[in-house]
């Protein structure tokens, strides 16, 4: 893996740029989400986004100074998408359709990659509305901000539409930014390293 993640601190994910900090972490991270949502392994590329989303939530909650549960943050994620109409099987059908041989494996990718960032994009902002308000994690309810969610996720499919417009990243790139991304997560203790090590290894053929 050496070969494809030297020089990784020279390497930047593009993203689109904003002055304000927290509108800065759910751009990256939807850039992130983006990019793995490309992982070319069934459910592996699920665990890595939803990874993404839970750091995502972790360090906004760290910038309005909310304390962070790990296993209420999982759990919120989980609930949220499973209760946005369609979201949970748009993802569990974008990862499952990577089995199929041949053609399946594009398809699957490209599917996969815009889901990630629309669902990655929703899920920041309504954290990020939730804590500005000085709400610990808690108290959040989705049932009191389902419409906004949904309103976020048609705001995400142009974010993410316009994104996909400026980045038109090339394969090895994709290949070299994803590998970098997982092993820094790695580190960090988001990503399991067993989880991490059948990643890196399909991306490395």
Do not use: C, W
Not at 3 to 9: D, L
Not at 97 to 125: C, D
Not at 144 to 173: C, H, I, S, W, Y
Request: proline share 2%; hydrophobic share 40%; no cysteine.
């Amino acid at each position: 893996m050496d070969r494809i993640t030297k020089k990784a601190e020279d390497v930047k994910v593009t993203v689109i740029k904003s002055e304000k900090e927290t509108d800065k972490i759910i751009a990256d991270h939807v850039g992130f989400g983006m990019i793995a949502g490309a992982i070319p392994i069934p459910v592996l590329d699920i665990v890595a986004v939803s990874a993404i989303q839970l750091d995502m939530i972790k360090q906004l909650a760290k910038k309005y100074e909310i304390d962070f549960d790990d296993e209420i943050g999982k759990s919120l994620v989980t609930s949220i998408l499973g209760s946005a109409v369609g979201t949970s099987l748009g993802r569990a059908g974008a990862s499952a359709v990577k089995a199929i041989p041949g053609i399946g494996t594009v398809l699957g990718i490209g599917s996969q990659v815009v889901i990630s960032g629309i669902t990655t994009f929703a899920i920041g902002h309504i954290f990020n509305n939730h804590f500005s308000n000085h709400q610990p994690l808690e108290e959040f309810n989705f049932n009191d901000v389902k419409n906004a969610f949904d309103e976020l996720m048609k705001k995400g499919q142009e974010f993410v539409d316009d994104l996909q417009r400026k980045m038109k990243p090339t394969e090895t790139e994709i290949k070299r930014e994803t590998a970098i991304i997982i092993r820094k997560m790695t580190e960090n203790g988001v990503i399991k390293e067993k989880d991490s090590e059948k990643i890196l290894r399909a991306i490395e053929k």
